[in-house]
């Protein structure tokens, strides 16, 4: 399974941006899926998890409420758009993959991690 992630960018305070991760497989729907991010000199922090279905959600608190987490399983892709965002908000974002949803804000609780998309806010 190779997890892809793409929408970061550099932007000002305040703005929204889309992050999208690309699953390739065919089994996507057999996945929990989380969103970690890891700031520079920092360790890495869980964002958000959605279940198989997409029927449960889970958020850092953080990031609740200008966060929200979707999948589509037909396109094999989950989203976060990330709205309002502030300059704490920077790091690099991290989609993964899990057999189970148990461990939804465990890093270890993974079993596949994307290559990362940088995320920049500028204030």
């Known amino acids: 399974l190779q997890l892809v992630e793409s929408g970061g960018g550099l932007v000002q305070a305040g703005v929204s941006l889309r992050l999208s991760c690309a699953a390739s497989?065919?089994?996507?729907?057999?996945?929990?899926m989380g969103w970690f991010r890891q700031a520079p000199g920092k360790e890495g922090e869980f964002v958000a998890a959605?279940?198989?279905?997409?029927?449960?959600?889970y958020y850092a608190d953080s990031v609740k409420g200008r966060f929200t987490i979707s999948r589509d399983n037909a396109k094999k892709t989950v989203y976060l758009p990330v709205n309002s965002l502030k300059p704490e908000d920077t790091a690099v974002y991290y989609c993964?993959?899990?057999?189970?949803?148990?461990?939804?804000?465990?890093?270890?609780?993974?079993?596949?991690w994307g290559q990362g998309t940088q995320v920049t806010v500028s204030s």
């Open positions: 959605i279940s198989w279905g997409g029927g449960s959600t």
């Open positions: 497989v065919c089994t996507f729907s057999n996945y929990a």
């Open positions: 993964a993959a899990a057999a189970t949803y148990r461990r939804k804000s465990d890093q270890n609780g993974y079993d596949y």
